[in-house]
């Protein structure tokens, strides 16, 4: 069961990451990486993160990746084009990649004493305890300063999105006024 | 009245002067800027007379080790010391030391004497200028100077005090320093004094290498105890110290600064540039005597550089119409006649014309500068005249110098010329040509200062639109007090003088077999004294036509004196140019600018040149970035990964490939 | 063990995570819009997540899975922040090719 759902959905990330390269709209690119995301979530769910799958599904694919669909369509910037830039990035960029994922596959194929996933096993068999119970315990003891940090770093991010994103009155008159000659 | 003398307060009260007027000067009320200025030479001429006169009450002037004296007095040397020594490293110790003995004691008197003097004239003559508080602090930093410099235990705070008052001399001499003629002359003698101050330095030098010490009574200690020094050393180190003391005291060849100097107000040609300072090389070789007895070929050096640079300036001073041209070429004069004296090893009688000449010369100023300033700064004396009914006590106080100058008997410097011709004569054969030499100055001497004493008072006045007037009270006082002591102050006798210098410039008594050789000398210098004081009435007051038609006769010889015998030009030809096309050139082109220069532009060129390389490297393309940015953490990984082939790695990598 | 109990070893799902993490560099590279780049940044972190959550089972280190949260949550910021400035950028430049916004000044 574990085997049969592991490769269905990790089949499905390597064809969503695929397709992203594959596409030339954006959009196409987006919705495909929704469809990486989710499959992670189940991918992390076969792991025992349950957490974590929940946290997956809805901060990266019900936000961010929303988040990613929304400005495509807002700036709707149109399809790509190959340029002679793109061509010589692709020459070059593709062995070193094959480069890298050989070197990488290298090393965790040598590494010995890898454990393998069972379904259903999570972090701890304690019955009182489960994955978000262990998660939490850490979470609010000991790392609760980078806790609190992150939501200041989260709230700094609001306000620099909004400040980056916005529209500034004289700006706009300038850029509208070149428009017009 | 007896305690010890309190040497430091001598310099110590003309700095506070300096430093009070100069820091508050501009903003003090005139009248306490003039008390200020006149307090700190009165205070120190205080000292000095409180030290002589503990000094003059012992028994026998001279020292005596042997006799007890009261408590609390001191006798001669006396010497004070700072505790913390200024320089206390393993090859030369110096400390800042006073020493009062009778040489210094003398030069004190007629420094802070005549200094003081001269302050109180001042306040008359620069009573309109708007530097008066700038002036007065210059003055006392003169004195604090001069007086560091007579005290000075050893070489080195000499130095300090001859730099000094160098110094104070340029600024001095530039105190108009709007006036271009007069920040140049200001520059000339300060870059020509330096010229000398080398010489000086080598010798201080030479006199540290060869006695390791530079304290005036260890070195003449140490050249006592050992007769073998080798003459050649300490010629050189005499040579070296000449050169110094020419330098200051406008000596061949290094005189050129002193007639230029006159570009100064008059009270500081007076002080500086005819009692004080110039004397200071004269002082210098009385100090150090025990060395120059040892070097008789560097003692004969300085007789005939002496002897040469008397003759030569009064030649020159002939033929020039200023008044205080005059008077500067008759001081340089008057100082070759002290080298001369230096020069066959009568210091005493140095000492005593150098005593004289302080007297005299000062009075010749301070009344040169009351006719100037009666003249409304007018110096020409071609357009003086007739002035004796106008200015009377400014006429028989110069009388008095004049007669003085020329050598009258029973006149101050009748007893010191005649010392100093009576020592040359008795000295050798060599001596007797320095005798003729003296006497054929003293000629001339008469003849140039009756001229100028002619042209000046007597006769009509040959500007019509001038108005002269006496000068103000404070500027007779001091004339008078000097035509006293210029009257009586050669009474002492040369014979007195010398014994009680003896303890600090040894005695060379001068004894001829030939009896009465003294007086029938003096008789001859009086005789041709009255020679030149006949030809200088002949030509300028009874045939006054004669002197432009003898010019106009020898109109070459007439040039070659009215122009210095051309020696500035000369200097400025051969050394002046010369050295200002190797700065402009040499330094300035080619080390400054293309050495220099080009090194900084090499450098800058290297900066523009890699940043203009660099510079590709941030394209601001997105793509280069991001594959510059792969590159990097591929190179990392491989680094982490290979590098257990020279360090240690990571011992979870270790583990993985491993296989734990 | 069964076909249906076979259980999955973790290599594959290392493998799995370092060709994702290199499909990411691909894109990283070789395309042209910038919001794909983007994107594919987005996806060489899922990548590394997944990682992370296989070793946090191998060892059972909650500290993993934690590791993993908070790559999340600076993920999401990144991504709004980025955002911004490419919306900024393209109000200005007019176009999300990566070639030719090249002047770091706007």
């Not at chain 1, 959009?27 to 990486?33: C, E, G």
């Not at chain 1, 020459?91 to 990488?104: D, E, I, M, N, T």
Request: aromatic share 12%; charged share 10%; with cysteine.
């Amino acid at each position: 069961m574990h085997l049969i759902l592991f490769f269905l959905f990790a089949g499905f990330c390597l064809a969503g990451a695929i397709n992203l390269l594959w596409q030339t709209h954006p959009i196409n690119s987006a919705l495909s990486l929704i469809v990486v995301m989710t499959s992670l979530a189940v991918l992390y769910l076969l792991l025992g993160a349950e957490f974590l799958a929940i946290a997956q599904i809805i901060v990266y694919a019900g936000a961010v990746m929303v988040l990613f669909t929304f400005v495509v369509m807002l700036l709707n910037a149109g399809r790509e084009e190959r340029t002679l830039g793109s061509r010589a990035a692709a020459r070059v960029g593709f062995p070193a990649v094959v480069v890298l994922l050989a070197v990488l596959a290298t090393i965790i194929l040598r590494a010995q004493g890898l454990a393998s996933a069972h379904l259903g096993q999570g972090l701890t068999s304690d019955p009182n305890s489960s994955n978000l119970v262990l998660l939490s315990q850490v979470l609010f003891h000991e790392l609760l300063l980078p806790f609190e940090l992150t939501s200041v770093l989260i709230l700094i991010a609001i306000l620099g999105a909004v400040a980056i994103a916005r529209r500034e009155g004289s700006e706009v008159g300038g850029s509208e006024r070149t428009a017009e000659k | 009245m007896n305690g010890p003398p309190h040497l430091w307060l001598i310099p110590l009260l003309p700095l506070a002067g300096f430093l009070l007027n100069g820091i508050l000067g501009a903003r003090l009320p005139r009248w306490l800027v003039t008390t200020i200025g006149l307090l700190a030479p009165l205070g120190a001429l205080a000292v000095v007379l409180n030290a002589t006169a503990v000094a003059a009450s012992h028994p026998g002037i001279t020292v005596c080790k042997g006799c007890t004296y009261p408590q609390g007095s001191f006798y001669l040397p006396n010497v004070e010391t700072c505790p913390h020594a200024w320089i206390a490293l393993p090859g030369l110790h110096v400390d800042f030391t006073f020493v009062l003995d009778q040489l210094s004691l003398v030069m004190l008197l007629v420094v802070t004497g005549v200094g003081f003097l001269i302050h109180v004239y001042s306040v008359g003559y620069m009573r309109d200028d708007p530097g008066y508080a700038r002036y007065f602090s210059y003055l006392n930093l003169f004195l604090f100077f001069m007086t560091t410099l007579v005290l000075a235990g050893n070489v080195l705070v000499m130095f300090v005090g001859w730099e000094g008052v160098g110094l104070a001399s340029y600024l001095l001499i530039g105190f108009w320093f709007q006036k271009p003629s007069a920040a140049a002359a200001g520059k000339k003698a300060f870059i020509v004094n330096r010229i000398g101050d080398f010489g000086f330095l080598i010798g201080i030098f030479l006199l540290l290498a060869n006695f390791g010490t530079l304290t005036f009574s260890e070195i003449a200690n140490k050249l006592a105890a050992s007769p073998i020094w080798s003459s050649g050393v300490l010629t050189a180190i005499c040579l070296c110290l000449l050169a110094g003391a020419a330098g200051k005291s406008a000596q061949l060849p290094l005189y050129v600064w002193l007639p230029d100097a006159m570009e100064g107000p008059t009270p500081v040609s007076a002080l500086i540039h005819a009692a004080t300072m110039v004397t200071a090389g004269v002082y210098m070789i009385a100090r150090t005597h025990f060395l120059f007895d040892r070097a008789p070929i560097a003692l004969g050096t300085v007789a005939i550089v002496g002897a040469a640079t008397a003759i030569f300036a009064a030649t020159i001073a002939l033929a020039q119409n200023d008044i205080k041209r005059v008077l500067a070429y008759s001081t340089i004069s008057q100082l070759g006649y002290m080298f001369l004296a230096c020069g066959v090893a009568a210091y005493s009688a140095a000492i005593f014309h150098l005593v004289t000449h302080a007297f005299f010369k000062a009075l010749l100023f301070l009344a040169a500068g009351s006719v100037i300033h009666a003249m409304g700064g007018e110096q020409d004396m071609r357009k003086m005249g007739g002035l004796r009914k106008k200015l009377p006590v400014t006429f028989w106080t110069m009388t008095v110098a004049v007669f003085t100058i020329a050598g009258f008997w029973p006149l101050a410097a009748f007893y010191s010329k005649d010392a100093i011709l009576y020592a040359a004569f008795v000295h050798g054969v060599g001596g007797k040509f320095l005798w003729f030499v003296g006497l054929v100055t003293a000629m001339l001497t008469a003849l140039y200062m009756f001229r100028l004493w002619y042209m000046t008072f007597f006769g009509e006045l040959r500007t019509a639109d001038a108005h002269p007037h006496e000068s103000p009270w404070s500027m007779r006082a001091p004339l008078i007090v000097l035509a006293l002591l210029s009257i009586c102050g050669g009474w002492i006798g040369i014979e007195r003088f010398s014994s009680y210098l003896a303890p600090a410039v040894g005695l060379h008594p001068a004894v001829s077999s030939f009896p009465h050789l003294e007086l029938i000398l003096g008789i001859v210098a009086v005789l041709v004294a009255l020679e030149g004081f006949l030809i200088a009435d002949k030509y300028y007051r009874r045939k006054t036509e004669r002197p432009a038609q003898l010019a106009a006769a020898m109109p070459a010889e007439y040039k070659l004196l009215a122009n210095k015998y051309y020696v500035d030009e000369f200097y400025d030809a051969r050394l002046v140019k010369p050295l200002f096309w190797f700065s402009q050139f040499v330094l300035g082109w080619v080390v400054d600018f293309a050495i220099l220069g080009g090194i900084a532009w090499l450098l800058a060129g290297i900066a523009n040149l890699s940043g203009a390389i660099l510079q590709r490297w941030q394209s601001g393309n997105l793509r280069s970035y991001a594959a510059w940015l792969a590159l990097g953490a591929a190179a990392l990984l491989l680094f982490v990964l290979l590098g257990h082939h020279f360090a240690e790695p990571p011992r979870i990598m270790v583990n993985l490939v491993r296989g734990h | 063990m069964s076909f249906m109990q076979h259980d999955v070893p973790l290599t594959w799902y290392l493998l799995l995570s370092a060709v994702l993490f290199s499909l990411g560099v691909v894109g990283f590279l070789i395309k042209r819009n910038l919001i794909t780049v983007f994107m594919s940044i987005e996806l060489m972190l899922n990548a590394v997540n997944l990682s992370f959550v296989a070793f946090a089972y191998q060892w059972h280190a909650v500290k993993g899975q934690i590791f993993v949260f908070f790559v999340m949550m600076v993920a999401a910021a990144e991504a709004a922040v980025g955002l911004a400035i490419i919306i900024a950028v393209f109000r200005t430049r007019a176009t999300l090719a990566v070639d030719r916004i090249d002047l770091m000044k706007l």
